[in-house]
């Protein structure tokens, strides 16, 4: 991987050995590459430019400070789902005008924000959410834009956990429903119609579900237009996959080209919220071989991260690449389940990989920028890991490892009653 190369046998990130960053950071430690997600927000910048557009960084993908500095510098806007990612934007030095604002179950308190900070766009996913925001945007005296998710029933192709556009989903409404909230919008004073949305899933590997999507969100602009409803945007939310082992997604110039060919020379601002295809590959996760522990059944490597820190291999069975760290030819290779110290047995980081390993060793999993920290706990009252981004000679530590003191601030005991 272009920068996460082997050199002599030994894995760097960018120009600095991995090896070094754990010794100086410790493990579990996330290790990010600036230049490989500056690398892929530049190449959505390439493929839209001469067109009129807003690349909304997902922040649930990977919301640590630097990352989000890193894109903002770059011009990003972003893509949220709570007010805890709108605060994590406005410390990064985000544009709120550049901001769009999904998720299902906003709260007033949410919404308020939001108005107040002036982002670019609320993307409604209920008719009760249009009369929340509504009457949350009249009482603070604002006009609330706003776009209507729309869940156009395609199928992503793409795990269930992570498919949102089909019809049995909970996310954005149909495009019959949308028709009617886009009316009832019409009519509010404290309501600004600007956009539509929609988000089919998560790891698409195929173009065919954006652009089937993305013809039903035309037709729907263009049955508004006929009412007197004009759009300004149009986003197709984020979902373009990445490879993790061998799947074979289509580079993010042949997507946005593909999309750009059907929108034609229609008078729509583009907007995309783009989280994996950014930072999944500019991330590493390093942990260290505590045990090993050959039994008559598997051979397990007890290594020091767990599900906590990654939980994509237990809830969504996903295959992440594991590899050593230093590159050994002495010892014995065997087939390995990489398990973690959580006392789970869903607890595995990968299962029959081919490795030689000792004690000691440290392991790099591969694609772990995006949904790896962000998705992380506290179970077993085990600490977060450190985040470090490496940039050309540089190394920042990004995130301090979580104290013991940090998992039990703000817990009480009970007080003595007798
Ligand atoms: C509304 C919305 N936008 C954007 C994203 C980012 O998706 P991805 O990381 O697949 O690009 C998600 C997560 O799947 C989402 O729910
Ligand atoms: N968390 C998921 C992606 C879902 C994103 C939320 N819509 C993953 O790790 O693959």
């Known amino acids: 991987m272009k920068y996460f190369p082997y050199r002599d046998g030994q894995l760097y990130a960018e120009n600095t050995p991995v090896s070094e960053i754990a010794a100086r950071h410790g493990t579990p430690c996330y290790i990010y590459s600036r230049q490989a997600l500056e690398g ?19 922040v649930k993908a990977n919301s640590n400070l630097a990352v989000l500095d890193a ?11 709570s007010a805890g990612e709108l ?34 766009c609320f993307n409604l996913e209920s008719a009760a959410e249009l009369e929340v925001l509504a009457s949350v945007a009249a009482s603070a005296g604002r006009v609330a834009k706003v776009s209507v998710r729309v869940n156009p029933d395609v199928d992503a192709q793409t795990h ?5 556009g089909l019809r049995e989903n909970k996310f954005g409404v149909t495009t019959e429903e949308a028709l009617r ?62 490879c993790y082992r061998d799947e074979q997604p289509p580079s993010i110039g042949d997507y946005i080209g593909a999309v750009r060919e059907v929108l034609g020379d229609r008078p729509l601002q583009l907007v995309f919220e783009p989280g994996r295809s950014i930072v999944a590959n500019a991330g590493l996760l390093i942990t260290r071989v505590e045990y090993l522990k050959p039994t008559s059944e598997h051979n397990f490597a ?24 230093n590159e050994r030819s002495d010892g014995h290779r065997a087939s390995w389940d ?21 004690q000691g060793d440290l392991l790099a999993i591969f694609g772990a920028g995006a949904y790896g920290f962000t998705m992380s706990s506290n179970y077993n009252s085990r600490p977060r890991a450190a985040e470090v981004m490496v940039d050309g000679d540089s190394v920042h530590l990004v995130r301090e490892r979580e104290r013991f003191a940090d998992i039990i601030r703000g817990e009480h005991r009970l007080p003595d009653q007798g």
Request: hydrophobic residues 45%; proline residues 3%.
């Open 302 to 325: 007890l290594v020091d991260a767990a599900m906590n820190d990654m939980i994509r291999p237990a809830l969504y069975q996903a295959w992440l690449d594991i590899r050593n760290v």
């Open 338 to 358: 990489i398990v973690g110290p959580v006392c789970e047995t869903g607890d595995f980081l990968g299962k029959d990989r081919d490795l030689t390993l000792h």
């Open 87 to 120: 605060e994590r934007v406005i410390a990064a030095g985000g544009d709120p005008a550049r901001v769009v604002f999904s998720g299902v179950a906003k709260k007033p308190e949410e919404m308020a924000l939001a108005l107040e900070l002036g982002i670019a």
């Open 71 to 81: 894109l903002a510098r770059l011009g990003a806007g972003f893509d949220i789902v």
């Open 160 to 164: 269930p956990y992570i498919s949102t």
């Open 40 to 58: 892929a927000f530049r190449e959505y910048q390439q493929a839209l430019s001469g067109c009129d557009h807003m690349v909304c960084y997902a």
């Open 181 to 242: 909230v886009y009316r009832r919008a019409a009519e509010l004073q404290s309501i600004e119609v600007v956009g539509v949305d929609c988000h089919i899933g998560s790891q698409l590997t195929q173009i065919s579900p954006f652009i089937d999507a993305l013809k039903r969100l035309l037709d729907l602009i263009d049955q508004l237009a006929d009412e007197g409803i004009v759009l300004h945007h149009l986003d197709l939310g984020g979902g373009l996959g990445v």
